[in-house]
């Protein structure tokens, strides 16, 4: 127990209406004081008129549904509102198989008639439970790297093919004594220049989506690493035909189409 106390025999009987709430429940109804002695009321879907509870205790906030952030929880005694079934969390340090029968020879001890079922380790279970996401996951980043292929397939051959074009002009700036690393220079400052254009664009983008999908990557290592691939990608295609036009003659150079 966080503060107060944990529920006793008496709690739950005539008189003695209590409740524990975990503390996210203290966090957001009493931000600003101790929940512990304050009465409340749930509301109940069966109709009928809910009594008023005494906080007699605050737990730690454990995940019920949402693992990520977990709710507001208010416990009250078992034999006040009694469920069909129970779960039982148990920490042990040992396999599963060596320790479920011994489970099993418990709960045969407390009550003979009490089915005991769907025994699995924790990890077991929250991978059921999260294998939505699991999923969803593998799709989108499967889906991202065929569009990160197709982007740089696409940038390759576009940048080629627009310093190819400049073939001649490389020609013409060779004839005239420019030097090829200045030729190189030219093609990869124009092509660095596009790409600026495209990340200064496409960036805002992809941020602006990532916050409209809770699943979608705001890591800045990945969009930084998408970056430096569209870059090298980039300078391999304008260096290899820049390349290959530094290193023809002149004259077959003006002659190229």
Do not use: K
Request: proline letters at 7%.
């Amino acid at each position: 127990m966080v503060r107060g106390r944990p529920f006793t025999l008496t709690d739950g009987t005539t008189g003695q209406e209590s409740a524990i709430v975990n503390g996210r429940f203290a966090a957001t109804y009493f931000p600003n004081g101790d929940p512990v002695g304050h009465r409340i009321r749930l509301t109940r879907l069966d109709g009928r008129e809910p009594s008023w509870l005494t906080i007699v205790g605050v737990s730690p906030t454990v995940p019920q549904r949402d693992l990520e952030q977990p709710e507001p929880v208010v416990y009250v005694p078992h034999w006040t509102e009694p469920a069909s079934s129970v779960t039982l969390i148990v920490r042990v340090e040992t396999e599963l198989g060596t320790i479920a029968p011994l489970f099993r020879e418990v709960v045969r001890a407390l009550d003979g008639d009490l089915p005991l079922f769907d025994i699995q380790m924790m990890d077991e279970w929250l991978a059921f439970l999260r294998w939505p996401q699991r999923l969803f996951g593998t799709m989108f980043t499967i889906f991202a790297c065929v569009a990160l292929a197709l982007s740089a397939v696409g940038l390759y051959a576009i940048t080629a093919y627009s310093v190819t074009q400049r073939t001649q002009e490389i020609g013409v700036r060779m004839a005239l004594g420019a030097q090829a690393r200045q030729v190189n220079w030219l093609v990869l400052r124009r092509a660095i220049a596009h790409l600026g254009i495209g990340l200064t664009l496409g960036l805002p983008g992809a941020i602006a989506v990532g916050r409209l999908l809770p699943f979608a990557s705001r890591d800045p290592i990945t969009l930084a690493s998408v970056v430096a691939l569209l870059l090298l990608v980039s300078l391999v295609a304008c260096m290899r035909p820049a390349r290959r036009a530094t290193r023809l003659d002149p004259v077959q150079a003006l002659r190229h189409e």
